[in-house]
């Protein structure tokens, strides 16, 4: 029987490695840390992205995202525009700035996941992995399990 314990601690410590060394390369290559590479990385996918959308994505508060939005403006990488639809928010938006450092930082990134997670297993193991992965985080999502408080 598979020791379920040791499944989530593996996995943990597998993501928790792939995630530092992941920073690690876009910090020395790119002064550029790993949240403010996925925030800029999400803002960039979403027309029309909110602090709010920013939040749900990542699975953190509000508050928390707030205040990474604040640093990244403050850096000129993202800037905040008055929402048409709703006055109480705005819409966030990548500067020329942080568009060429999103550019730049993406294939650093990228070929660190080829090396820690694509080059180890085969494409069929990989396939897998994706597709049970994806299927396990959306149990919880569509649960609601793990979702931040606040």
Known sequence: MTDLTQVFMDLVRYETRLYNAAGERLRAEHGLTM????????????D??????????????????SKAVDRLEAA????????PSNRRSSLLELTPEGGRLLAAA?????????????????????????????????????????????
């Open 35 to 46: 949240g403010q590479f996925e925030f800029l990385r999400i803002i960039d996918s979403r």
């Open 106 to 150: 993406t294939p650093t990134f990228e070929d660190g996941l080829r090396h820690w997670l694509a080059e180890p297993l085969t494409a069929d193991s990989l396939e897998q992995l994706a597709s049970t992965l994806n299927l396990l985080r959306k149990t919880m999502e569509d649960a609601s399990a793990g979702t931040p408080a606040g």
């Open 76 to 83: 000129g990488w993202v800037v905040r525009r008055p929402n």
């Open 48 to 65: 029309g992205c909110r602090v709010n959308d920013l939040a749900e994505e990542a699975a953190i508060t509000v508050g928390a995202t």
